[in-house]
Nanobody
Framework: QVQLAESGGGTVQAGDSLSLSCTAS????????MGWFRQAPGKEREFVSG???????EYSDSVKGRFTISRDNAKNTVYLQMNSLKSEDTAVYYC????????WGQGTQVTVSS
């Protein structure tokens, strides 16, 4: 059983940066595909960024060029560096891990004020 715990959320001003972390416990996640999703009030959860075990990264068009995903397998941690934040980035951010099935964290709130 894998458990995911996000951290690093908070309230920032537009244009600021924020870094999210997601640490997995329960087993090594080096073979997992990891990702970040977000859900804004009144909207469906949407894909933000993904990182395959091969190292291939993916980003949604809305964050491409501003967000960077990375992982440290030794620490069982995946990161999301968010730069040039916009008010529309305000959402609860969820960490996701996939290997045969999907695992989700409980989410961390990111609020960007304009």
């Amino acid at each position: 059983q894998v458990q995911l715990a996000e951290s690093g959320g908070g309230t920032v001003q537009a244009g600021d940066s924020l870094s999210l972390s997601c640490t997995a416990s329960g087993r090594s996640f080096s073979g997992y595909a990891m990702g970040w999703f977000r859900q804004a009030p009144g909207k469906e959860r949407e894909f933000v960024s993904g990182l395959r075990s091969t190292g291939k990264t993916e980003y949604s068009d809305s964050v491409k060029g501003r967000f960077t995903i990375s992982r440290d397998n030794a620490k069982n941690t995946v990161y999301l560096q968010m730069n040039s934040l916009k008010s529309e980035d305000t959402a609860v951010y969820y960490c996701n891990a996939v290997l045969n099935r999907a695992y989700w964290g409980q989410g961390t709130q990111v609020t960007v004020s304009s």
